[in-house]
Structures are given as C-alpha cells and as structure tokens.
C-alpha cells in the first residue's frame, strides 16, 4: 500500500468504530494477523474480528512463562470462536543460550537483561510469524499507558517489513473495552478478578494496589515508568515519562 494511500486511509479511520477499522482491513489486506495476549483488549478484537471474518487468523506468543490461566483461556477462546490460532514460541537454542550465559531469572536483574529476556521470547517470535502477512492488529490504547499515548489507529510498521499495523481500540477507553465484554458476555482471563489490570508471563506480572496506573504491575521492580516490552515501543514513538510533582 502506498505511503500516500496509508496516510489517507489512517487519517479516515481516526474516529471510525472498531468495526469499521477492521472490516477495512480485511477488504484491504488479503493476509491480517491478529496479534493476542488474551487479555481483555484481545478478547474483544477476537469477537469483533471473528464475526465479520469467520476464519480470521490469530497469532499468540507462548514466551514459556505464561500463566496457567492464560493457557486456560487460549483453549477456551479456540473452542468458543471461528478462528485459525496460531501459537508461537520462542527458538529453542535462543533461550538456552540466554539462560546459560544469564540465568533462568535474568529479567530480575537489570532493565537490559529483562529486556533481552522479552527480546528472546516475544520479539524476535513475532517478528519471525509476522513473515508474509500484509498487516497486523494490536489491542493497544492509548489510555494505557503515557508510552502509547500516540498511538496511531493505522500505520506503516517498520519493524515488521513495513507491513500495516492497526490498533482499532487505540481510542476506546478501559470502561468501554469492559462494557464490550460484559455485553457479549464473552471470556475474561481469571486473573483479573484477583486484581490484575494488565497481564503478561507470570514472573513479571502482579497484582495492581487501589490508584496504581493499568499497567503498574508489570516490572515493578523496575524505575523506570515506562512499561513496555519491545514489541510496541518504537511503532509507537519515543516512551514519555510522567512530570513530576
């Protein structure tokens, strides 16, 4: 698709409902991916995308860390809808050459190891299943994070090729994303209810405290406020810290 005609259609979308993003891309795009983390963003991605195309193609990373309760729900959700799934793990030789040379636990200690760690096991795993597709869906928001504040509906993503890229829910808010699930009753990952807010491998997700951001929880031990694993960060645009005060 031409710079030009991306720019365009990205500037229509701006504001169009879900939906309408999605059918879009399939009338577009002959080979979509939906990227999945099975969290609540995924879910309703997964409903609207299955209805209009029955088939569609969902492609999840199994890192190794995973929640049981995650593999739980990737089961439930392949059962309950029409949908290809695709799950993708990391090289084997690659993590056993990280945790050799680092240990099993080396996200724990320093940003850098805990970034190659997410680099090994998510990163390079998408960009590998990302190979011969035209465009990839994302749940991301911008309410979620100050990293993702700039998040664009549709764009050209670099990283993957230069393939489109689209975040139908860039501008939903958590509320409405809730209010979807609730609506069409449709699975939820159990760990919310033990208060969750945003879920990824087991050793690097917690619980969130009353007034924490959404995504809080992720890394925690880690200063920096800027919680992303990689896979968003630089089709997203540079992360923007809190002001203090």
């Given amino acids: 698709m031409p710079d030009d005609d991306l720019i365009a259609a990205a500037r229509e979308l701006e504001g169009a409902s879900a ?7 399939f009338r577009r795009f002959q ?3 939906m990227v999945a983390s099975f969290q609540a963003e995924s879910i ?4 609207i995308a299955s209805r209009l195309r029955p088939g569609v193609e969902v492609v999840t990373i199994d890192t190794g860390r995973l929640p049981e309760e995650t593999h739980s729900l990737i089961d439930t959700v392949r059962r309950g809808f029409p949908i290809r799934l695709r799950v993708i793990t990391p090289e084997p030789a690659a993590v056993e050459s990280m945790t050799a040379g680092h240990g099993v636990n080396l996200f724990r200690r320093s940003p850098d190891l805990r970034h190659l760690c997410c680099d090994v096991r998510k990163t390079r795993p998408l960009s590998g299943a990302l190979r011969g597709y035209d465009a990839w869906v994302t749940g991301l928001r911008r309410e979620q994070a100050s990293s993702r504040v700039t998040t664009p509906v549709l764009a050209r993503d670099p990283a993957h090729g230069g393939i489109a890229k689209l975040a139908p829910l860039a501008a939903w808010s958590h509320d409405e994303v809730w209010d979807h699930v609730r609506a ?3 699975p939820r990952h159990p760990l919310y209810a033990r208060g969750y807010t945003s879920i990824g491998c087991a050793p690097c997700t917690r619980a969130t405290r009353p007034g924490e951001a959404e995504r809080a929880g992720r890394w925690w031990w880690e200063d920096d406020p800027v919680k992303e694993c990689g896979l968003h960060l630089a089709w997203a645009g540079p992360p923007r810290r809190e002001a203090a005060g």
């Avoid at 939906?19 to 891309?25: N, S």
Wanted: hydrophobic share 70%; aromatic share 6%.
């Fill in 19 to 25: 939906e309408a993003i999605l059918a879009w891309a």
């Fill in 31 to 33: 080979r979509v991916a």
């Fill in 44 to 47: 309703v991605l997964i409903d």
């Fill in 184 to 186: 069409h009753d449709l």
